[in-house]
């Protein structure tokens, strides 16, 4: 049954299963590796907790705000990410004047498509050091800047 | 109120407009009970309605009406709220997901943008998804010393090409408004 959380007006849309995740790793486990993982990348501030629904993986008696793991297969978990990022890095990227000479591929992808690919990239290095199977999906969501 | 509790609202007001329509035709002899009771399923509640007497009727019809008239509100405005959903922006649609932010963040960045041209103060700024890219509307607080229309200008270029190129999001539009007077004027007030 989906809980209701009047309070703040978000919906707990997200409650997942206590299923177990292959090689029996549980998805609270994989949502705190993810969560540990991300809050480490230069730039992000928090993990998000979604924009319309409240995005979070729960687990007995607690949840881990941000991730939500989705099994999308048996054997496969989907992932979506809701992230905060710092403000301080967009105002400095912002009022550069952008170089029109920019080549390389770092200066010409988007500063905000290489921060969620690295995102994307550590949830992806965060499965394979679990040992479990790739996600087929890693949906980033940027919630707020701040 | 959250999307689960929206929805349960829907489906109530729906279920609450098809017992009324139901009531009004049984009361008025329209269906037998037997039409609506599928295997013999409420059949006892609609031989209820079906066997009242006229001023029974009439007070079940004017309760019926007046629960139909609550639920059509109830829904008409459930379903406006749920079709206001904060639409995010889509940054990236690619094998992997998707990547998307929300439109307040995307605001907050005008602002920075903005805010990094000299002579310009404030800013309030909406950002809305059009069919090839963003349509920015901003309203420039400016200082009086500097030139408004090419500080607008200026405006306008920045913060098409920082999108572009620092957050790969089109942008189609901007439109901009400048102005001397400070968006949040103080309120007089009147001494006694």
Redesign the interface.
């Known amino acids: 049954m989906?809980p209701?959380?009047?309070g703040s007006?978000?919906?707990?849309?997200q409650v997942l299963s206590a299923q177990m995740a292959p090689e029996h790793v549980s998805d609270m486990a994989i949502a705190d590796a993810i969560v540990h993982d991300i809050r480490a990348i230069p730039g992000v501030v928090d993990m998000g907790q979604g924009?319309?629904?409240?995005a979070a993986t729960y687990g007995p008696k607690k949840h881990v705000a941000g991730v939500v793991l989705q099994h999308a297969t048996l054997d496969a978990l989907?992932v979506e990410v809701h992230v905060v990022?710092e403000?301080a890095v967009?105002?400095k990227?912002?009022?550069d004047v952008?170089r029109p000479d920019?080549s390389s591929r770092t200066e010409t992808?988007?500063?905000?498509?290489r921060m969620?690919d690295q995102i994307?990239a550590v949830v992806l290095q965060t499965f394979e050091r679990l040992g479990l199977p790739a996600p087929p999906?890693?949906?980033?969501?940027?919630?707020?800047?701040r | 109120?959250?999307?689960?509790?929206r929805s349960i609202m829907v489906l109530l007001s729906l279920v609450a407009i098809a017992f009324s329509i139901l009531v009004f035709l049984l009361v008025g002899g329209v269906i037998r009970p037997a039409q609506v009771s599928p295997g013999g399923f409420l059949f006892n509640l609609w031989s209820f309605f079906a066997q009242l007497n006229q001023a029974d009727a009439t007070i079940a019809v004017l309760i019926c009406a007046l629960v139909v008239i609550v639920a059509v509100i109830l829904l008409l405005f459930e379903l406006t709220i749920l079709g206001r959903?904060?639409a995010?922006l889509v940054?990236?649609n690619d094998s992997?997901?998707?990547?998307?932010?929300?439109p307040?963040?995307v605001r907050?960045?005008v602002g920075?943008?903005a805010k990094?041209i000299e002579g310009v103060v404030e800013t309030r700024q909406t950002v809305k998804k059009g069919r090839d890219g963003l349509r920015v509307h901003i309203r420039a607080l400016l200082v009086p010393e500097v030139d408004a229309p090419e500080v607008g200008h200026m405006l306008q270029e920045k913060v098409q090409?920082?999108f572009?190129?620092?957050?790969?999001?089109p942008v189609t539009e901007v439109q901009v408004a400048t102005q001397l007077e400070p968006f949040d004027k103080p309120r007089r007030r009147r001494v006694q």
């Open positions: 989906l209701l959380d009047a007006g978000a919906l707990e849309a924009l319309f629904a409240k989907s990022l403000e967009f105002i990227a912002l009022s952008p920019a992808t988007p500063m905000l498509l969620t994307r999906t890693v949906d980033v969501t940027i919630d707020d800047i | 109120m959250n999307v689960f509790n959903a904060p995010q940054l990236r992997l997901g998707q990547v998307t932010v929300a307040s963040s907050r960045l920075y943008t990094s090409k920082s572009h190129e620092h957050l790969g999001l």
